[in-house]
């Protein structure tokens, strides 16, 4: 068995990343909104900004999680490796990929329609992709376990 104080140290080493990461996001994404006049890459840094600030708040509430209460921490790990939560989380990623091999199918047969020629053939490549990845992921994943 792993020593839970090492599973602690990489947790809260990862929650000092990500609050450090935020700010610099959030803090640099506001100066170059500031210093820079154009609006050429407005919504750029804009979403860096909003990146930034979100992986502030995600980092603050982790780490607040941890410091109210540093067995979470290893709760988390056990959750992880649970054979049950590992069926489940399998499972739930097999929904997800149908639902978006049937969404992008629809927006694509939506696009034919509407005449969009390019982004048919655009999400046509994306909807190929994912399901050649699928079946490759399945087929290494097959042999491995």
């Known amino acids: 068995m792993k020593n839970p104080l090492c599973v602690f140290k990489r ?53 607040w999680r941890i410091k109210r209460n540093p067995a979470i921490v290893l709760e988390e790990e056990i959750d992880q490796k649970d054979e049950r939560h590992q069926a489940i989380r399998s499972r739930a990623g097999y929904y997800t990929f149908l639902l978006w091999f049937v969404l992008l199918f629809v927006s694509i047969i939506a696009l034919v329609f509407l005449s969009y020629k390019t982004a048919s053939l655009v999400l046509c490549g994306v909807l190929v992709l994912m399901a050649v990845t699928f079946l490759l992921f399945y087929a290494l994943l097959q042999k491995r376990m």
Do not use: P
Not at 50 to 59: F, K, Q, R, S, Y
């Open 11 to 63: 947790s809260r080493a990862f929650t000092v990343v990500l609050i450090a990461l935020g700010a610099v996001l959030f803090l640099g994404g506001i100066l170059l909104v500031l210093l820079e006049r154009s609006d050429r890459y407005t919504m750029f840094y804009g979403f860096l900004t909003g990146l930034g600030l979100c992986w502030l708040v995600i980092g603050c509430i982790r780490h």
